[in-house]
């Protein structure tokens, strides 16, 4: 049975002292596009993995409610 200082997320239950790290895509106007659940067991392997996942968004990446960093987006280039 899950208790007040554990988090669950799909099958996954993470206990108090264990991170819990989502990647949240960012539009260029701040807003959630998408949320993903990283499977990690520290903040260099988070973010390595967050890495992978900055396209055409920017990714923030928070380990419960501390935020680890925000990696923005390559710049657009403007249209010819």
């Known amino acids: 049975m899950l208790n007040a200082s554990s988090a669950s ?3 996954r239950t993470f206990g108090p ?10 539009d260029h106007d701040d807003r959630l596009v998408w ?5 990690a067991n520290d903040d260099r392997d988070a973010v ?6 900055v396209e055409n968004h920017a990714i923030e990446l928070w380990d419960r409610g501390r935020f680890v960093i925000r ?5 657009r280039r403007p249209l010819a």
Do not use: G, S
């Open 9 to 11: 997320t799909l099958n």
């Open 17 to 26: 002292d264990q991170p819990c790290y989502r990647a949240y895509l960012v």
């Open 35 to 39: 949320a993903e659940l990283i499977n």
């Open 48 to 53: 390595r993995f967050a890495l992978t996942m």
């Open 71 to 75: 990696l923005d987006a390559p710049a």
